[in-house]
């Protein structure tokens, strides 16, 4: 039976591992045992994804990441060149903490830079922004733009990817979609007309 989706012929697969058709992985990667990968994601070069990481459907890896266990990307994930996750807070080379992995979960939609970092545990909402070179210590809200080391938020995201300006009525509208985006109590949602 032919496989539906497409790994380079450096590229190392482990056996377990359930590949959504579409999906391409390249030059140099390994996909490590019992990972759940959805249709048309796109791996980058020097990737590697740890054991037992959940990535949704469409999320595009850029080069040189590391995805360790523990983390779940859901669908329209964007992970920039060099980003990198972690999984334990209090790592010791001499100390084995293997069953003591902290889960981080990026929401649907959202896109983490290049060269940031995700401290473990903390979860990224949906279509939230990472600036490049982020440290993020503490959980992200949806739509959130976030920059700096640490990670401090500094505005608000539409899902196309553009600043979101309210007015003082907590109204935004993304000005290439005409989206309308509300901003209540510090949360921000997309109004569905």
């Known amino acids: ?18 590949i959504g058709k579409g999906t391409k992985i390249w030059h140099f990667s390994h996909i490590m045992s019992n990972c759940e990968i959805g249709e048309n994601c ?27 266990t523990g983390v779940i990307c859901e669908d329209d994930v964007f992970l920039g060149p060099s980003m990198v996750f972690t999984n334990i807070t209090n790592p010791r080379s001499k100390v084995v903490r293997k069953g003591m992995y902290e889960k981080t979960l990026v929401k649907k939609g959202a896109s983490i830079g290049a060269n940031a970092t995700i401290v473990c545990g903390n979860d990224i ?9 982020a440290v993020v210590v503490k959980a992200v809200a949806a739509y959130a733009l976030v920059v700096g080391n640490p990670a401090r ?4 995201m539409s899902e196309y990817g553009h600043r979101l300006d309210f007015d003082k009525n907590g109204i935004a509208l993304c000005p290439e979609s005409n989206e309308k985006y509300l901003l209540e109590n510090n949360i921000v949602r997309k109004v569905i007309k």
């Open 42 to 68: 796109n791996i980058g070069q020097n990737v590697v994804v740890s054991p037992d990481v959940i990535l949704g459907k469409n999320v595009k890896i850029q080069n040189n990441v590391s995805i360790y």
């Open 1 to 18: 039976m032919e496989k539906e989706f497409f790994a380079h012929e450096t590229a190392v697969v482990d056996e377990g591992c359930k």
């Open 125 to 133: 909402g949906k279509f939230a922004f990472i600036g490049a070179g």
């Open 153 to 156: 938020q500094l505005g608000w």
